[in-house]
């Protein structure tokens, strides 16, 4: 199994930044991909950014292009997501989750296993 732990959500005004983190730990081995997801009450989850666990490769989605970056630190295990300009439509709960193949899926059954998730409230 892999165990995924998130971090990094809170408060921010509109304009403002935040980084999350998403440390990986477990069977590692498997992981093909990890990715960033958020869910709105009362809304499905929908796809933020993925990169691929060894390539590096990212992908977006159309909503946060240009304002968010994915990153990862192979040694430390950790997956980034570095938010600018942040909206208040970007309020939700981020989830991290790692998949066993390539990084371009966008929908959450692509995906293995999941965090916690983090709060992340930006003020208008």
């Known amino acids: 199994q892999v165990q995924l732990v998130e971090s990094g959500g809170g408060l921010v005004q509109a304009g403002g930044s935040l980084r999350l983190s998403c440390v990986v730990s477990g069977r590692t081995f498997n992981v093909g991909a990890m990715a960033w997801f958020r869910q709105a009450p009362e809304k499905e989850r929908e796809f933020v950014a993925s990169?691929?666990?060894?390539?590096?490769?990212?992908y977006y989605s159309d909503s946060v292009k240009g304002r968010f970056t994915i990153s990862k630190d192979s040694a430390k295990s950790t997956v980034y997501l570095q938010m600018n300009s942040l909206k208040p439509e970007d309020t939700a709960v981020y989830y991290c989750g790692s998949g066993r193949f390539l990084p371009g899926n966008r929908t959450p059954g692509g995906y293995d296993y999941w965090g916690q998730g983090t709060q992340v409230t930006v003020s208008s």
């Open positions: 990169i691929g666990w060894r390539s590096g490769v990212t």
